[in-house]
């Protein structure tokens, strides 16, 4: 069974994701970490994300691997564990670029799909999950929640981690991302016509783990 949930930076879908994956038993399949961990080794090469040719061929040169772990799943860069690395806004915001790119989304894409199909039970999250990548999923979700919301709760993340970020940054760029996600041409932010849509502004997380807990349990 496959289940997906998108929605913007912040929304809320990557700790209910792994929360149900772990409830269920199922893979975790963080697709968001595959874009930010070439845009991890495109900043590290010193290549420009809007020259798409030398994004191409790094990617076309790319390992990269998602392993479950206690905590969800770490990301192998080349071999390389890029698990904390990759968490910065800066690097957000270079995955946003390059995922303009349609090439570039067919091969993660590809390897996201793979990667769903071997596990069979898994909990995809990310922006294009239930429209692209596994248009049939058996049950989709979309989540929201304003962007000031959205900000609060990325901040509090990043200050519990140590990193020292102002608030009002982090609601420019997450407001920066959501521009570039939803206003690209290929696969666009927005829910499947299928999904069910879960506002999380003002829910605690146990909450809406509960609710697409019960969601998932009506539909099986
Ligand atoms: O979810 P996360 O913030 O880690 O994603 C980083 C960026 O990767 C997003 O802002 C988005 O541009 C891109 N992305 C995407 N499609 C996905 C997952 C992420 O375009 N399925």
Known sequence: MIITIDGPAGSGKSTIAKMIAKELGFTYIDTGAMYRAVALKIKRKGIDPDDIRSVLKTLKETDIDLRPSENGVRVL??????????RTEEIGKIASKIARYPEVRKILVQMQ????EKAKNAVLEGRDTGTVIFPDAEIKFFFTASPEVRAERRYKELKEKGINVSYVDILKEIKERDFLDETRKDSPLKPADDAIVIDTTGKSLSQVFQEVLQIIKEKT
């Open 77 to 86: 860069l080349d071999g390389e564990d890029v698990s904390d690395l990759i």
């Open 113 to 116: 799909r793979s990667l769903g």
